[in-house]
């Protein structure tokens, strides 16, 4: 029996968090399981509620971070977002991808769940911090890096096992 689960949160991973996850060897296998069950029992976003912008997937499999793009795309979406279309709104040449990521998290919000996360490195949150006026007025979207990441992925993964345990009964 398939089980499908309205989560708490839509998650947006950054480079710098699935590179961390590639070098966290002991970690790494039950990250991605736990990511690939929440993304494929998605009730909302079904194989869509663990998205990477697809500029950072590009780079993660060019520099063979990751090696088989088949078996990641279970546990991430890729989702393009036009780069020159924020450029127009924005009105400005040198967007950064750190904006395009905060920007692409509050689009993120506009559908339920209501709730976005960006997971990232302790490292990459600080780059993120300069954008604390922005991010100040955005109530539904936040940030983690490493450690909170892993508690997000563990809540959203007992929810589908309580769902998926209430369903064996």
């Known amino acids: 029996m398939v089980v499908y689960v309205s989560y708490s949160h839509r998650i947006l991973i950054d480079y710098s968090f699935i590179k961390w996850i590639s070098e966290n060897v002991e970690k790494k296998g039950t990250i991605i399981s736990r990511m690939l069950r929440i993304n494929q029992n998605s009730k ?15 780079k993660l499999c060019e520099e063979n971070i990751i090696k088989d793009k088949d078996t990641i795309r279970g546990s991430v979406f890729p989702l393009e977002i036009g780069e020159d279309l924020l450029k127009n709104i924005i009105d400005g040449e040198n967007i950064d991808d750190s904006l395009i990521r905060l920007i692409l998290g509050v689009i993120m919000t506009k559908e339920k769940p ?33 450690e909170e990441s892993l508690i997000i992925l563990n809540d959203l993964y007992r929810s589908y096992s309580c769902e998926r345990d209430l369903c064996r009964r």
Not at 44 to 58: A, C, L, Q, R, Y
Not at 120 to 146: C, G, H, V
């Open 44 to 58: 909302e976003h079904k194989k869509e509620n663990i998205v990477i912008w697809e500029k950072d997937f590009n």
């Open 114 to 146: 209501f709730q976005s996360v960006l997971l990232t490195t302790k490292e990459e949150k600080k780059k993120y911090q300069r954008y604390k006026p922005f991010l100040e007025k955005i109530q539904n979207f936040s940030i983690k890096d490493e």
